[in-house]
């Protein structure tokens, strides 16, 4: 490698800047290739730890199922995805396009759901920063000159030292990572260019691993560089183009940015509304697509994309409506938004919510503990993704979450947390990245190279809780299809009572080697499965009434 850095160094690349590459390309190691539906198969019958889908329409078989609504808080929705337009909500009260509330609903034109962080003329609040950072800037006018603080603090100024210590964490670590990956990406971008010349590809094209395979490097340098990015794209999935590894990287870095420069005037410019008021106007728009949809889309084909069309992939529900509600940035959302979001979801007919999203603070957290109860009023099943963070959240709380400010609940009853599993029965069985809890996270459910559908008609595979989520969700959808008298705690019931504990499985705590019970990471112990879930439900005599 070192021979390389210099013959490369003759080409104008910075040298420090190809050593800073390699550093980076060389530990990792090659991610095994996994079927694309293994999210969705049997451990005994296939060997992996997925839902044991099939097994559960086969049990379903003859059986007639009843349409279910599910409301998908997130970054929204690609509504001409092939795959999610059949099953899209659609607003039959509202006449598309005249402008005007025809349903009485506060919404104008919300065809297909509503955008909580959208503004005029179609603009979109899509880029945010963290809350702890946002809570930073309001306070700081007030606390960060006092020099003295009271050796016992009230509320106000323990809840300030909270917010800086996380804030100081959270931007530390941004400009440490972003010091490391500047370098990085400038390398990655040069060396891309000589790979796309050889290939002799556009400089808006991108190249994949099969792509290197074929190329006869010419000399030691193209052939040098072709080995750092067989490297790297080895190590990613394997559909990976080096296109979207420079975009992944390039957003990571201006998110990271945000935290370090954050633009604290971008929702006044674009919502235009006071994020510390719940009630304040009607705000947002009707546009549920947009550029940052790539989130609430995948989560949509997890839960309800078309199945057995021979296109894309086979969602877990087969009558589910989605409905999609705005509310995630790329960034931390804003407690109003969520509650509104919830509230929306529940007043359009959703029988479950996914809220794939989470952050550190809440400073209007009495809003979103309205909100839940209001779905729990409603007869609403929210689940939520753990987070990704590899943190034991009965020691550090994530938010949203239903340990509400009141203490009238510390586990309610419609609300499901859920950690990230792997393909693999053994020690890697909890995702490192995922969080746990026995007393905080009820379940896990494949998390781990994943795959859903995808922006403009692709597929795509990630890792995290955010798809753990709603692949539980698709199977609560499941079982309300089947059986509608079922109620959202029986729903919830369901979930967690068919997850049978692996007792005695030894596996890595997440983001550590030690070895723990898989048992002692969530509630149940278990990981989610369609099949047991349907056999449980069928057993059950149904409590739902109408909604209160």
Request: glycine fraction near 8%.
């Amino acid at each position: 490698m070192k021979q390389f850095l210099r013959r490369v160094a003759g080409l104008g690349i910075c040298l420090s800047l190809l050593s800073e590459l390699a550093v980076f390309a060389q530990p990792a190691a090659p991610k095994p290739v996994l079927p694309q539906n293994w999210f969705a198969l049997d451990q005994k019958t296939d060997g992996y730890y997925g839902i044991s889908l099939a097994q559960a329409y086969q049990f379903l078989k003859g059986k007639k199922s009843k349409t279910v609504v599910v409301g998908v808080i997130d970054s929204g929705i690609d509504t001409l995805q092939k795959d999610l337009r059949p099953v899209l909500w659609t607003n039959t009260k509202e006449k598309p396009g005249n402008g005007k509330d025809d349903d009485g609903n506060g919404f104008i034109d919300d065809v297909h759901g509503w955008n909580f962080i959208g503004g005029a003329n179609g603009q979109c609040d899509c880029k945010e920063t963290s809350e702890e950072v946002r809570e930073y800037e309001r306070l700081k006018g007030k606390y960060a000159s006092i020099t003295n603080p009271p050796a016992t603090p009230d509320s106000a100024f323990a809840y300030w030292l909270l917010v800086k210590r996380l804030r100081d964490s959270t931007v530390n670590k941004a400009e440490t990572e972003l010091k490391q990956l500047t370098p990085i990406m400038s390398a990655m971008v040069e060396t891309s260019a000589i790979i796309k010349r050889a290939l002799k590809l556009r400089a808006d094209q991108g190249f994949k691993l099969a792509d290197l395979k074929k190329l006869n490097a010419a000399n030691d340098t193209l052939n040098d560089v072709k080995l750092l990015w067989t490297t790297m794209l080895s190590a990613a999935d394997p559909s990976a183009t080096s296109t979207k590894m420079l975009k992944d990287y390039s957003d990571y870095m201006a998110k990271l940015n945000n935290d370090v420069n954050p633009d604290l005037e971008v929702r006044k410019r674009t919502v235009g509304d006071n994020p510390d008021v719940l009630k304040d106007k009607p705000y947002g728009n009707n546009q549920v697509k947009s550029e940052q949809s790539f989130h609430g889309t995948m989560v949509s084909g997890f839960i309800a994309a078309v199945r057995n069309n021979g296109y894309g992939i086979n969602g877990v529900a087969d009558n589910v409506k989605i409905l999609p509600v705005v509310a995630s940035p790329d960034g931390d959302e804003y407690d109003k938004d969520v509650a509104n979001a919830i509230y929306y979801a529940v007043d359009n007919g959703a029988r479950i919510i996914n809220m794939s999203f989470g952050k550190k603070l809440s400073p209007h957290k009495a809003w979103v503990d309205a909100a839940f109860k209001y779905a729990a009023k409603h007869d609403v099943l929210l689940v939520l993704a753990a987070g990704n963070d590899n943190l034991d959240i009965d020691n550090t709380p994530e938010y949203p979450n239903d340990t509400f400010l009141d203490g009238s609940a510390t586990d309610a009853d419609n609300v499901i947390f859920v950690g990230a599993s792997g393909p693999k029965k053994g020690e890697n069985l909890a995702a490192e990245f995922s969080n746990y809890g026995k007393k905080n996270v009820d379940v896990f459910a494949p998390g781990t190279q994943v795959t859903s559908v995808a922006l403009n008609g692709d597929t795509e595979t990630e890792d995290g809780t955010s798809f753990s989520s709603p692949i539980t969700a698709g199977v609560a959808a499941l079982v309300a299809e089947y059986y509608p008298d079922l109620s959202a705690r029986q729903l919830k019931q369901v979930i967690l009572q068919s997850a049978k504990p692996l007792n005695g499985l030894m596996v890595n705590k997440p983001g550590t080697q030690d070895k723990v019970d898989f048992t002692t990471l969530s509630k149940t112990g278990g990981i989610v499965n369609a099949y047991e879930a349907l056999q449980v439900a069928s057993k059950m005599k149904g409590e739902r009434t109408a909604a209160k």
